[in-house]
């Protein structure tokens, strides 16, 4: 009797250990060392060399910009490069980024969100290493991945070294999504990944560059400073919004499934103060949530400005998150197309550059349910699953 409890008692204390490392948790950023702050990993390879950086606003060690850091350190910081939204953070969604300088020292900054997407060869001039430290949201549609890819690709052509420092990725927890088809490819989806990749920015550019995405082929001299303490099943809430739109982390967890209305006629909030936790239009006849669009500093003519328009708010959705599915929600957009009048109006040009593929759309004109929409991406995620497995450097 005494042996048979005994098994019974490691049985479960064996499963209940196992539920507790699969459970996703939601935890602050000060529980990762991220890469930034692995000084022992890098300096060494920057040091006394000249040195350029790929940040932003949220490239921050304890509240201080990882630039002033490095140059605090000694490092000769001597050239920033600014993605979508500026070195501040501060521009609105697609707005021109012109280059300009560090007040305070005359650091050059140069933009890759303005006339450029990509560090050309005078930019890169005199340059002996270049750190990249942004902080990714997990969607092919943030186009952070995508400058990752050019600065990589330039840094290749140009024979220089580059160092990611790895940060988590808030959406690192699933793999989904309808996966890129290379006639589709743009700056808001460069590579064959379904919308949601699981990986971190590091891994990330482990597969760019071990799977040869670069132009031609090339491969760069590539350096990932991994984090400690991290590991796939976290959400993690972020310190600094990753970019203007995504306040909080309720925003970022809601982003890759509410990220479709962006090619549509719905609002997802954009002018108010929780965007990308809400959807919503004057049209739509269901859901007790009311919102308004302005223009502010970072949607300067949201859309449906000044319109009343009605939907759902999702934050009960998102504070659910250890019981939802991990995968995609695309029943919010499969009920708001079906209960809006003027369907062939519904969707714009962008929304298969968003999706990656035509079939999407076409799948929810035909009256497709979710379950066979989901049934449709299973091969082609079959597929990168096994590429992405290549690169985790998390378990």
Same mark, same amino acid.
């Given at each position: 009797m005494?042996? &048979? =409890?005994?098994?019974?008692? $490691?049985y479960?204390?064996?499963?209940t250990l196992?539920a %507790? #490392?699969?459970?996703?948790?939601?935890?602050s950023?000060?529980?990762?060392?991220?890469?930034n702050?692995?000084?022992? #990993?890098?300096?060494?390879?920057?040091s006394?060399? +000249?040195? /350029? =950086?790929v940040?932003?606003h949220?490239s921050?060690i304890?509240?201080?910009?990882?630039?002033?850091?490095?140059?605090? =350190?000694? *490092? @000769? *910081?001597?050239?920033?490069?600014t993605p979508e939204h500026?070195?501040?953070?501060?521009?609105?969604?697609?707005k021109?980024v /012109?280059?300009?300088?560090?007040?305070? @020292?005359?650091?050059i900054?140069?933009?890759? &969100?303005?006339?450029k997407?990509k560090?050309?060869? %005078?930019d $890169? !001039?005199?340059?002996d290493v270049? *750190?990249f430290d942004?902080q990714?949201?997990?969607v092919?549609?943030y186009?952070?991945?995508?400058?990752?890819?050019l600065?990589?690709? /330039?840094?290749?052509e140009n024979n220089?070294?580059?160092?990611?420092l790895?940060?988590?990725?808030?959406?690192?927890?699933?793999v @989904?999504?309808?996966?890129l088809?290379?006639?589709?490819?743009s700056f808001v989806?460069?590579?064959?990944v379904?919308? *949601?990749?699981?990986?971190?920015?590091?891994?990330?550019?482990?597969?760019?560059?071990?799977?040869?995405?670069?132009?031609?082929?090339?491969?760069?001299?590539?350096?990932?400073v991994k984090m $400690?303490?991290?590991n796939?099943? $976290?959400?993690?809430k972020?310190?600094v919004?990753?970019?203007?739109?995504?306040? !909080?982390?309720?925003?970022?967890?809601?982003?890759?499934?509410?990220?479709?209305?962006?090619?549509?006629?719905?609002?997802?909030?954009?002018?108010?103060e929780?965007?990308f %936790?809400?959807?919503?239009?004057?049209?739509?006849?269901?859901?007790n949530? &009311?919102f308004?669009?302005?223009a502010n500093n970072i949607?300067l003519?949201p859309?449906? +400005?000044?319109?009343?328009?009605?939907?759902?708010?999702?934050v009960?959705?998102a504070?659910r998150?250890m019981?939802n599915?991990? %995968?995609?929600n695309i029943s919010w957009?499969?009920k708001?197309?079906n209960?809006l009048k003027?369907?062939?109006?519904f969707?714009n040009s962008?929304?298969i550059?968003?999706?990656?593929t035509?079939q999407l759309? #076409?799948q929810?004109e035909?009256g +497709?349910?979710v379950?066979e929409?989901?049934?449709?991406?299973q091969?082609?995620l #079959?597929k990168?699953?096994?590429?992405?497995?290549?690169?985790l450097?998390? +378990?």
């Amino acid at each position: 009797m005494t042996k &048979y =409890l005994l098994i019974s008692l $490691l049985y479960f204390f064996s499963t209940t250990l196992t539920a %507790q #490392k699969s459970s996703l948790r939601l935890v602050s950023m000060e529980s990762i060392v991220c890469g930034n702050a692995r000084f022992d #990993k890098y300096l060494p390879l920057i040091s006394g060399k +000249k040195t /350029a =950086l790929v940040v932003n606003h949220a490239s921050m060690i304890n509240g201080i910009h990882l630039s002033d850091t490095l140059k605090s =350190l000694g *490092v @000769d *910081v001597v050239k920033i490069f600014t993605p979508e939204h500026g070195y501040k953070g501060t521009a609105a969604e697609g707005k021109y980024v /012109a280059n300009g300088k560090i007040s305070k @020292d005359s650091t050059i900054i140069v933009s890759l &969100y303005g006339i450029k997407r990509k560090p050309s060869p %005078q930019d $890169l !001039d005199g340059i002996d290493v270049v *750190v990249f430290d942004l902080q990714d949201v997990g969607v092919r549609f943030y186009t952070y991945i995508s400058t990752m890819t050019l600065v990589m690709e /330039a840094c290749a052509e140009n024979n220089i070294p580059i160092i990611v420092l790895d940060r988590p990725n808030p959406n690192g927890f699933y793999v @989904d999504g309808p996966v890129l088809e290379k006639e589709y490819k743009s700056f808001v989806g460069m590579h064959p990944v379904p919308v *949601v990749y699981g990986m971190t920015i590091g891994e990330y550019a482990g597969m760019v560059n071990g799977e040869g995405w670069l132009k031609n082929g090339v491969k760069c001299d590539l350096t990932i400073v991994k984090m $400690l303490n991290y590991n796939h099943n $976290l959400i993690v809430k972020l310190p600094v919004k990753p970019s203007p739109n995504l306040p !909080d982390w309720r925003s970022v967890y809601l982003y890759p499934s509410l990220g479709f209305f962006e090619g549509t006629v719905v609002s997802v909030g954009r002018g108010t103060e929780t965007p990308f %936790q809400m959807y919503g239009h004057p049209g739509i006849t269901y859901g007790n949530h &009311y919102f308004i669009p302005k223009a502010n500093n970072i949607s300067l003519n949201p859309k449906l +400005k000044n319109d009343t328009c009605r939907g759902e708010l999702l934050v009960s959705y998102a504070s659910r998150f250890m019981t939802n599915p991990r %995968q995609l929600n695309i029943s919010w957009l499969i009920k708001a197309y079906n209960n809006l009048k003027g369907k062939e109006k519904f969707f714009n040009s962008y929304f298969i550059k968003l999706a990656g593929t035509p079939q999407l759309q #076409k799948q929810i004109e035909a009256g +497709k349910t979710v379950e066979e929409i989901r049934k449709s991406w299973q091969p082609a995620l #079959k597929k990168f699953k096994k590429i992405r497995k290549k690169y985790l450097i998390y +378990k």
